[in-house]
Nanobody
């Protein structure tokens, strides 16, 4: 089991940057696929990005490609989401999640079963 705590959210102007962090508990953190999701007010939660256990394999939803970067530091039990060139439509509560699955090519990482979730951190982008 792993507990996840996000931080780094805040208010930023359009075009600005933020880096979200998610710290996980437990010695098995490095074995999990890690993902970031977001949920805007009145909308369903959507997948943002994911990476495999080493961070070498990554996957992004189309709307954030080229702007967001997911990475992880297993020595610190932390996964990051670097968000650049932020847009007002990126405004949402951002959640990190862990999936106890093997990264494979047979299905998209957004369809993995994410078993553990953080409490979320608010990102607000003003125009």
């Amino acid at each position: 089991q792993v507990q996840l705590v996000e931080s780094g959210g805040g208010l930023v102007q359009a075009g600005g940057s933020l880096r979200l962090s998610c710290v996980g508990s437990g010695r098995t953190f490095s074995s999990y696929v890690m993902g970031w999701f977001r949920q805007a007010a009145g909308k369903e939660r959507e997948f943002v990005a994911a990476c495999n256990w080493s961070g070498r394999m990554t996957y992004y939803t189309y709307s954030v490609k080229g702007r967001f970067t997911i990475s992880r530091d297993n020595a610190k039990n932390t996964v990051y989401l670097q968000m650049n060139n932020l847009k007002p439509e990126d405004t949402a509560v951002y959640y990190c999640a862990a999936a106890s699955t093997i990264w494979s090519g047979d299905r998209s990482p957004e369809r993995y079963e994410y078993n553990y979730w953080g409490q979320g951190t608010q990102v607000t982008v003003s125009s």
